[in-house]
């Protein structure tokens, strides 16, 4: 099992930044890939930002790549999304996700069997 918990969400104006974090703790080691997704009220909950635990190979949706930046730090088993030139339209809120078998498709949900419970991001215009 695997446990995940997010922070860092808030409340911005637009162009502003935020750091989210997400702390793994129990069977680590065994993680293929880590991942943030978000839904917004009514849309459906889509990928932002993937890693490959080993390798560090990212992946990005269009919407965020050039201003949102995924790292994970190994040693405290920690995952982060740095949120740069936040829009309103990434007003969401923000899971991360964790999975233990390795994905070509790492921004889709069905990916990943171990989620946090989430942390609101609004962004004001």
């Known amino acids: 099992q695997v446990q995940l918990v997010e922070s860092g969400g808030g409340s911005v104006q637009a162009g502003g930044s935020l750091r989210l974090s997400c702390a793994a703790s129990?069977?680590?080691?065994?993680?293929?890939?880590m991942s943030w997704f978000r839904q917004a009220p009514g849309n459906e909950r889509e990928g932002v930002a993937s890693?490959?635990?080993?390798?560090?190979?990212?992946r990005y949706a269009g919407s965020v790549k050039g201003r949102f930046t995924i790292s994970q730090d190994t040693a405290t088993n920690t995952m982060y999304l740095q949120m740069n030139t936040l829009k309103p339209d990434d007003t969401a809120m923000y899971y991360c996700?964790?999975?233990?078998?390795?994905?070509?498709?790492?921004?889709?949900?069905?990916?990943?069997?171990?989620w946090g419970q989430g942390t609101q991001v609004t962004v004001s215009s």
């Open positions: 129990g069977y680590t080691s065994s993680l293929a890939s």
């Open positions: 996700a964790a999975a233990m078998s390795f994905s070509w498709y790492p921004l889709m949900p069905s990916a990943y069997k171990y």
């Open positions: 890693i490959y635990t080993s390798g560090g190979g990212t």
